[in-house]
């Protein structure tokens, strides 16, 4: 039997795409980036590793997913629990 289970989306981030490409894009022009909440500084974390960006209110935790920057624009990553393509899980 085989039971559907993955119709629900992981959790959504704070900042939508959009949003964090308008804060991104703001950044990169060297603009102070408010956050969109309270109104208050978003830092930048930066993974050096993975060469991936997150933006992140320094108040309220206001996150934007990972993503990196190709010339083509944003590329998101994808956060949180993986989804693993194939069958069931059974361990
Ligand atoms: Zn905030």
Do not use: H, I
Request: with cysteine.
């Amino acid at each position: 039997m085989s039971a559907k289970g993955g119709g629900t989306p992981p959790e959504p981030p704070n900042l939508s795409s959009p949003e964090v490409v308008a804060l991104w894009a703001k950044w990169r022009a060297g603009d102070v980036v408010p956050c969109p909440r309270d109104g208050m500084s978003v830092a930048l974390a930066v993974d050096g590793a993975a060469k991936s960006y997150r933006l992140v209110c320094t108040q309220c935790g206001l996150a934007s997913p990972w993503f990196g920057t190709t010339p083509s624009g944003l590329v998101f990553r994808n956060t949180g629990g993986a989804t693993l393509p194939g069958g069931p899980l059974d361990e």
